[in-house]
Every structure is written in C-alpha cells, then in structure tokens.
C-alpha cells in the first residue's frame, strides 16, 4: 500500500507539472502537445493505481474511490479536448 501510494502522489503530481512545463514550452506548439499528452497519460496511470488498491482491498472506501477515479475521468476528458484545441488553433 506504501509503494502504491506513493506511486499515486507522483503520477498526480506530474498531472499539472506536466501541464505547467509544456504551458512554459506553448512557442513550440509540438512540445506544447506533448506535455499535454502526458498529463493526460499521467492522469490514466493515476486512476490504475487507485484501481489496483480497490481491487487489492487497500482501498475499501467506495465513495473516496469512486469520487476520485470520476474526477480523474473527467479531468483527463478537459485535458484531451484541450490538446485538441491546442492542435487545431496553436500556432507554432
């Protein structure tokens, strides 16, 4: 549970880090996409790790790990409709 948990406050912490530096990298407009990409990556890998301790059992509050697997869902939704307006208007 220690390791997991510790996996999941870095794969949710580079949510926004990886926002903030592509953000910092916007002038190249693939850069830009790429961060983009991966705080949406980082965001999936989060929810698999709250996945892996409500199946393990670690995790036996339903509404904590509904709640924040529905959040992490709809945040990884904002970022990918946002990576897709980056493509379509960004300017390199």
């Known amino acids: 549970m ?26 190249y407009k693939q850069d830009y996409i790429r961060f983009l990409i991966y705080a949406q990556a980082s965001a999936d890998e989060t929810i698999d790790h709250l996945d892996t301790l409500f199946e393990t059992g670690s995790l036996k509050d339903d509404q904590i790990y509904e709640s924040l697997t529905r959040e992490l869902s709809i945040l990884g939704k904002k970022i990918y409709r946002y990576t897709k307006t980056v493509e379509r208007i960004h300017k390199t």
């Open 2 to 27: 220690y390791e997991t948990g510790s996996q999941i406050r870095r794969s949710s912490k580079s949510i926004c880090a990886n926002i903030v530096e592509g953000y910092g990298r916007r002038r």
